[in-house]
């Protein structure tokens, strides 16, 4: 990198790292995805500049969280960077809303990743027309399931008002539809301290996996990210370990195939057989 140059940090072309704050709630950094960064930097350079907004002497971070650790990894003094001034945007959300914008549209965001940034998206879209408040069937017979039910109807509500916001077209491009943006709202309930303890193992990725999660109580999301950090392959799993139980055994397709089969009456057996006939004439030639 280049030497710091204090002519380019006043027209915004570059800027001394060491001047630039990033804000906490970040996702957490991928190692593995700064290095690549780093190595491709001392290749071929940084082609897409980060976005900062200038506050007084200081600079805050916008966009371009990995960028900025990759040149830190490769020790640069200076980083290329779009450099925004508070008349820039309107209000604090606008530039929460620049951060998760600019994320949202990257891959490498993670199935926990893009469930915070969705709900941060509804919160800040709540900001300008309004929340919904919405109540659940409070004939539940408990109070645990009320309060679950409650939750579920303001999600379900929110989730309507905040994908309507968008064309057919761009819930599809985006993946929001409002079925998709209750899950996210959903995973969005876990607090930051679990975000950010599971943000870098396998289950941050599995949205199936993190809903499970979260439909557990809260002392138990703590108990349950404690074995996954420890090694525990699931949820499942580790609810097991905590329950002192024997995990359910995961059957393979052809087992559960096989045992819904053996239900069937003879004749749907038969029709079974003769949808199935070329790989079954095909096994008995193999015998």
Do not use: C, Y
């Amino acid at each position: 990198m280049t030497p710091f140059d204090a002519t380019e940090l006043l027209d915004g072309r570059h800027v001394a790292v060491d001047l630039i704050d990033v804000p906490p709630g970040r996702r957490a950094l991928d190692p593995n995805w700064v290095t690549t960064l780093a190595a491709e930097f001392r290749d071929r350079g940084m082609r897409t500049p980060i976005e900062v907004l200038q506050t007084g002497e200081r600079f805050r971070l916008v966009a371009g969280g990995h960028r900025l650790a990759a040149v830190r990894f490769n020790g640069g003094n200076t980083i290329k960077a779009q450099v925004k001034q508070p008349a820039d945007f309107a209000n604090e959300a606008e530039i929460k809303l620049a951060e998760i914008v600019e994320n949202f549209m990257r891959r490498e965001l993670s199935a926990l990743d893009r469930a915070f940034d969705v709900a941060a998206w509804r919160d800040i879209f709540e900001l300008v027309k309004g929340s919904v408040k919405r109540g659940g069937d409070r004939r539940s017979g408990s109070k645990s399931q009320v309060e679950t039910l409650i939750r579920d109807g303001d999600l379900d509500a929110t989730s309507a008002k905040f994908t309507a916001n968008f064309t057919d077209a761009a819930q599809k491009a985006l993946g929001l539809s409002r079925a998709a943006v209750f899950r996210h709202l959903k995973i969005a309930q876990l607090s930051n301290s679990i975000r950010q303890a599971i943000s870098l193992l396998p289950i941050a990725d599995n949205q199936v996996e993190l809903l499970a999660l979260v439909g557990e109580p809260e002392a138990r999301r703590v108990a349950i990210v404690e074995h996954l950090l420890a090694g525990a392959s699931s949820v499942a799993d580790a609810i097991a370990i905590i329950d002192d139980v024997a995990p359910l055994m995961r059957r393979e397709p052809w087992e559960r195939i096989s045992e819904t089969f053996s239900r069937l009456k003879a004749d749907q057996q038969a029709r079974f057989f003769a949808l199935h006939e070329d790989a079954i004439t095909a096994w008995m030639a193999s015998r």
